[in-house]
């Protein structure tokens, strides 16, 4: 099973609500976002794409085969 990037979008913004998310990529696998929260504030990167990750829960290694992240804080 396969993921679509507005799958991985959705995803995001209900485990993040306020983010503002983009999510590039087409094969299906290999995904790129960039995800905009107030909460990311004073967090490092590393906490930043674990509070991502934490959204998409199982799916990340399986449906989701690579995402690269880029986080900031609104």
């Known amino acids: 099973?396969?993921?679509?990037?507005?799958q991985i979008k959705a995803l995001i913004e209900a485990g993040l609500p306020g983010a503002q998310v983009t999510v590039y990529g087409?094969?299906?696998?290999?995904f790129e976002a960039e995800v905009v929260h107030p909460d990311?504030?004073?967090?490092?990167?590393?906490?930043?794409?674990?509070?991502?990750?934490?959204t998409l829960g199982e799916r990340m290694g399986t449906?989701?085969?690579?995402?690269?992240?880029?986080?900031?804080?609104?």
């Open 40 to 54: 990311f504030a004073g967090k490092l990167p590393l906490a930043q794409h674990r509070m991502v990750y934490a």
């Open 26 to 30: 087409d094969d299906g696998a290999h």
């Open 63 to 74: 449906e989701i085969h690579a995402l690269r992240l880029r986080t900031r804080a609104a």
């Open 1 to 6: 099973m396969t993921m679509t990037k507005e």
